[in-house]
Nanobody, 127 residues
Framework: QVQLVESGGGSVQPGDSLRLSCAAS????????MGWFRQAPGKEREFVAA????????WYADSVKGRFTISRDKAKNTISLEMNSLKPEDTALYFC????????????????????WGQGTHVTVSS
């Protein structure tokens, strides 16, 4: 079993930056996949970013590409999401997710590919 806890959410203005963190505890492996998803009220959960635990590959949703950066700290069993140039459309509850099984590249953007989820941290971007 793996427990994921997100932190770092808050309320900011457009153009501001925010860094989210996800700490993993329990049974973790060196070769796993992790990602960030978000969900706004009345909307479906959507993919934000993903990373191989090796850190050699990353993927981003088109809406955040060039603004967000996903990274991992293997020693601390954490992943982070650095968010820059935040927009009101980024407002959502942000979740981190984890998979014990290696996810094929084409499925990294699919929520059902991830077996473990955090409870979320809320990000609000408004003027």
């Amino acid at each position: 079993q793996v427990q994921l806890v997100e932190s770092g959410g808050g309320s900011v203005q457009p153009g501001d930056s925010l860094r989210l963190s996800c700490a993993a505890s329990g049974r973790t492996m060196s070769n796993i996949d992790m990602g960030w998803f978000r969900q706004a009220p009345g909307k479906e959960r959507e993919f934000v970013a993903a990373i191989r635990w090796s850190g050699t590959n990353t993927w981003y949703a088109d809406s955040v590409k060039g603004r967000f950066t996903i990274s991992r700290d293997k020693a601390k069993n954490t992943i982070s999401l650095e968010m820059n140039s935040l927009k009101p459309e980024d407002t959502a509850l942000y979740f981190c997710a984890f998979s014990h099984q290696r996810i094929i590249q084409s499925q990294l953007r699919v929520p059902a590919s991830y077996a473990y989820w955090g409870q979320g941290t809320h990000v609000t971007v408004s003027s």
